[in-house]
Nanobody
C-alpha cells in the first residue's frame, strides 16, 4: 500500500506559477505510474497529467498542455506538477494518484491510491 501527500497549493494571481509535490510513502515507488487530477467546485474530478514508472511516457489534458509539466524523482519518492501561466479556471483541489505496474492512464478508475488533495486558487 502507498500513502500519498500533496503539498504546494495556494493562492496565486493569474499568469503566475506554482509547483505541486506529491510525496509517496511505502515501498517500490518506481513500480507506480503517477497522475494528477483536479476537481473544481460543482464539477467532476478531471484528469490533468500522468507519468509512467520510468518517466518516459507522459500525458496531459488539452487544457494544460504547454503550461503544466509533470515530473518524478524516484529517489525521493516524489512526483511534481509545475504549473505556469495559471488561469482562474485552473482553480481546483488537485489530487495525486498512483497505480502499480500499470501504464500512465487518463482514467480515474485505473488508479488505486489517492492523496487528500491540495487547494489551488487562481485570482483574476
Amino acid at each position: 500500500q502507498v500513502q500519498l501527500v500533496e503539498s504546494g497549493g495556494g493562492l496565486v494571481q493569474a499568469g503566475g506559477s506554482l509547483r505541486l509535490s506529491c510525496a509517496a510513502s511505502g515501498r517500490a515507488f518506481n513500480t507506480y505510474a503517477m497522475a494528477w487530477f483536479r476537481q473544481a467546485p460543482g464539477k467532476e474530478r478531471e484528469f490533468v497529467s500522468a507519468i509512467n514508472r520510468l518517466g518516459n511516457d507522459i500525458d496531459y489534458a488539452d487544457s494544460v498542455k504547454g503550461r503544466f509539466t509533470i515530473s518524478r524523482d524516484n529517489a525521493k519518492n516524489t512526483v511534481y506538477l509545475q504549473m505556469g501561466s495559471l488561469k482562474p479556471e485552473d482553480t481546483a483541489v488537485y489530487y495525486c494518484a498512483s497505480r502499480q505496474w500499470g501504464a500512465a492512464s487518463t482514467r480515474r478508475i485505473d488508479y488505486d491510491y489517492w492523496g487528500q488533495g491540495t487547494q489551488v486558487t487562481v485570482s483574476a
